[in-house]
T-cell receptor, first 114, second 116 residues
Framework: AQSVSQHNHHVILSEAASLELGCNYSYGGTVNLFWYVQYPGQHLQLLLKYFSGDPLVKGIKGFEAEFIKSKFSFNLRKPSVQWSDTAEYFCAVTDSGSARQLTFGSGTQLTVLP | DGGITQSPKYLFRKEGQNVTLSCEQNLNHDAMYWYRQDPGQGLRLIYYSQIVNDFQKGDIAEGYSVSREKKESFPLTVTSAQKNPTAFYLC???????????????FGDGTRLSIL
């Protein structure tokens, strides 16, 4: 069974600081990778996804993530965070044997101080 | 607007009672899913259904049951056998549950269940 690790449980940054949230997965085969975001009081929504091609993917709101196959990683980055980025971020992965079952990481709570 | 509707938003029940959480989607999606979200544990899959009248257990199906009699509806029943039912429950759907599909899942707003 695959697993997803998000090592940072809570990250606190000041506005304009750079962000990198770690995500590592355990499956060695072909994977699809996702980052979801849950803003306070809102439902989970897709931030960005990787299926194939360019390992550097760009999502909404200035976020990007880089798939590094050799490191089994899909870290989320943003050059300059804003107060409105305060939310919980979830990394998720599906593999070729999961029949569309998403395996989620435990989430990282990002707090951006104004 | 198309989307996923979960109701109610908050639900309280006495210990030992079964409770059913509603999930309706008007996205014409084939596949529907139920997740449980607990603090510090992310989302865990309870049940999923790739097509009407078919469903499979996820990672934590014990103490739960589902039905998929209609494409747009996927209700989840939390039975008295579920040892720790207090949690936040999320329903999701995707266009297809097929392996070759690359459509991400769309989520509802969730139902917070509290057992008194």
């Amino acid at each position: 069974a695959q697993s997803v690790s998000q090592h940072n449980h809570h990250v606190i940054l000041s506005e304009a600081a750079s962000l990198e949230l770690g995500c590592n997965y355990s499956y060695g085969g072909t994977v699809n990778l996702f980052w979801y975001v849950q803003y306070p009081g809102q439902h989970l929504q897709l931030l960005l996804k990787y299926f194939s091609g360019d390992p550097l993917v760009k999502g909404i709101k200035g976020f990007e993530a880089e798939f590094i196959k050799s490191k089994f990683s899909f870290n989320l980055r943003k050059p300059s965070v804003q107060w409105s980025d305060t939310a919980e971020y979830f990394c998720a992965v599906t593999d070729s044997g999961s029949a569309r079952q998403l395996t989620f990481g435990s989430g990282t709570q990002l707090t951006v101080l104004p | 607007d198309g989307g996923i509707t979960q109701s109610p938003k908050y639900l309280f029940r006495k210990e030992g009672q079964n409770v059913t959480l509603s999930c309706e989607q008007n996205l014409n999606h084939d596949a529907m899913y139920w997740y449980r979200q607990d603090p510090g544990q992310g989302l865990r899959l309870i049940y999923y259904s790739q097509i009407v009248n078919d469903f499979q257990k996820g990672d934590i199906a014990e103490g739960y049951s589902v039905s998929r009699e209609k494409k747009e509806s996927f209700p989840l029943t939390v039975t008295s056998a579920q040892k720790n039912p207090t949690a936040f429950y999320l329903c999701a759907s995707s266009i297809s549950g097929a392996l070759e599909s690359n459509q991400p899942q769309h989520f509802g707003d969730g139902t917070r269940l509290s057992i008194l």
